[in-house]
């Protein structure tokens, strides 16, 4: 029996007691086994969840990219490491073998390196799902540059924030993305963001839709010449374990964007572990994982977890429903594409079209579905199962987080039995614990409670960009020595977990983490606007939709109305992006708050889920007789 691969459910449980046993000989010997090292570590872990301060396998010496990339050449430098698979299925297909993989980012490394690039610098990554923005990542691993990928959907201040906090040396864009039928002006976004940007000494900008673009002379570079001038050979950098690998902006319940720093070895261990397993990949198979490198779904099982095991990974630059709505279904077909990973959001949407979409082509190269991001409902797992899956494939509800890098909770095909809505057992190494309100574990099975994890599992990011303070307040101080998650979660009679949701002011919209005070504060830059509260409510497709409480200056004001909503979600497509944008929107004469002067969202929640029989105790509050006013005028 290997630790590395697990094949049954016997196997799963013999080795998830070991690694409870012995969790540093547990992640020693897998990494002993599966990776290449420049130095052993001298200790496996250090851990100190007060401070908090995690280190894996320390003093250990490595680069990820000869992991992903050079380790593979000796016998499967022919086999395909990337499919990319155009927004226009009328575009050809591109291939990259590992060895052509290998040379795209030594060359981009070389580019780097020209372009005064050095170890520890950051660099932004704003790119479309192209094969350049593999290349750019794998090339700051190359060289030991900490890459930070933003979404090439955020807004120029949005991305500005971003490259201010880790003030970023460079960026790497490209002159526009498509996106179905939509062209969108990347290099146009950058230009704005840049103006207030001034750590950014050079933009390197792929060529993709080819339109005119401005470009400032000194800073601005066309990648392909200089790709082209480049030797394809570069010197992996040796890293320690403990060197940022990269950092990925995620949503705070307050204040700016947190960075997420995620560092060497862990990470690679990590990812490929459970790339392995909860996919149960095997030699020449096609792996397609729909997020967008911009998401850490996109980071771990795009390009980290299946490059390092050797695996076919597919990049899809385009959308599901162009040219229509069968475009997931005619991808697998043609790729034969064995695991598919996508989330709920995509799901549904697929669901409310024409089964024809999906029974047009041929579906049965898949194995093994999987899901990430928000809870997956009942009736979009059926419809999951029953009609990609053919009651044949197993379905991976995966758990797991930008802060977890990886996986943590999720079946392991053909061994765990999967129920529906349920992610159910923590994988190898992970020690979940389930909170109660007063803080104490809950032993029993058949629980609600917070979800923790108790012991640190490698990939764990080890702080916040800038900011340690914020990071242990964060994820350290709720509860004492554990992680919390900020989600809440249901245990089963046999232990399985269902995780409900967000229990902090995080709501996940289509499967895209949102903070509501940083959109908060760009609606209050309205000039009209006196104070807004936002809240989530349950939406068909979206899962969660925003709805927004809003208190005009004059609330009397005979403006019209409908002018103001969209200037309001104007205001949040400039500040954030348009996935932002609020569903509804309530102008209100106030806001229901406590004598402290916090707002009850509690109370919104359910006036904006149309749920107000029970509001439960309002006695607390400062102003009832708000409620009322605010239920009378819901939309
Ligand atoms: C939610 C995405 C239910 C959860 C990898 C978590 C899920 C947040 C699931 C992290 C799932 C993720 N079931 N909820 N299978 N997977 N979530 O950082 O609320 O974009 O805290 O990472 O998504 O989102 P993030």
Redesign the pocket.
Known sequence: MSNYHIKNFEEYYLIYRKSLRDPESFWEEVAEEHFLWHKRWDKVLEWDFKKPDVKWFVNAKLNVTQNAIDRHLQTKAQRTAIIFEPNDPSEPVRYYSYRDLYHEVNKMANVLKHQGIKKGDRVCIYLPMIPELTFSVLACARIGAIHSVVFAGFSSKALATRIQDSECKMVITADGGYRGEKTIDLKGIVDVALETCPSVETVLVAKRTGETIKMQKDRDKWLKPLTEAALGECPAEIMDAEDPLFILY?SGSTGKPKGMVHTQAGYMVYTAYTFKNVFQYRDNQVFWCTADIG???GHSYIVYGPLLNAATTLMFEGVPNYPDFGRFWQIIEKHKVNQFYTAPTAIRTLAKENLDYVLNYDLSSLKILG??????NEEAWHWYNNNVGKKKSPIV????????GGVM??PIPFATPTKPTY?TLPLPGIQIALMDEHGNEIRENQVDGRLCVKFPWPSMARTIWGDHERFRETYFSTYENKYF???GAQRDEVGYYR?T??VDD?I?VS???LGTAPIEDAINEHQAVAESAIVGFPHDIKGNALYGFIILKEFGETRVHDNLRKEVNQLIAEHIGPIAKLDKIQFVPGLPKTRSGKIMRRILRKIAAKDTSDLGDTTTLLNPEIVQAIIDGAL
Do not use: K, L
């Not at 899901?371 to 997956?376: D, L, S, Y």
């Not at 509800?397 to 977890?404: A, F, S, V």
């Open positions: 995620t998401w850490i779904t899901t990430v991001g928000e809870p997956i509800d995966t758990w797991w987080q930008t802060e977890t909770i999720s992610a998650t900020g989600d995780i949701g967000r995080i996940i499967g895209h983490n």
